[in-house]
């Protein structure tokens, strides 16, 4: 299993458009990606910086670069990036445990 983990900051004031941005792409990968097996999004505000992070799983290299080269992550960087307070901090990694969740959360776009 791949995963890439990405860290995002912005200015509390513009936290709004990145969160609505990083939602678009959730959107897109739910209804495209059948090889992105897990999409997580968690947002944290530090002082006047919101901190989102994503946590994405994929089932190969394959569905990963299709992900990253997706009109979604395109539009994302598009619309957000200008946005960013500094270049995104991304890891991509072989992931070596998991614990599945059989929880849903009512609160999740």
Do not use: W
């Amino acid at each position: 299993m791949v995963t890439l983990t990405a860290i995002l900051k912005c200015a509390i004031a513009d936290a709004e458009a990145v969160q609505a941005a990083l939602l678009q792409v959730v959107e897109q990968v739910r209804a495209n990606e059948p090889g992105t097996l897990g999409y997580f999004v968690a947002r944290s505000n530090e002082d006047a910086t919101a901190v989102f992070t994503t946590y994405e799983r994929f089932a190969d290299e394959t569905a990963m670069e299709t992900h990253n080269g997706s009109p979604a992550v395109a539009q994302f960087f598009e619309t957000a990036g200008p946005l960013l307070t500094e270049p995104a901090t991304v890891v991509v990694a072989q992931e070596i445990a998991v614990k599945p969740s059989n929880e849903t959360h009512s609160n999740i776009a």
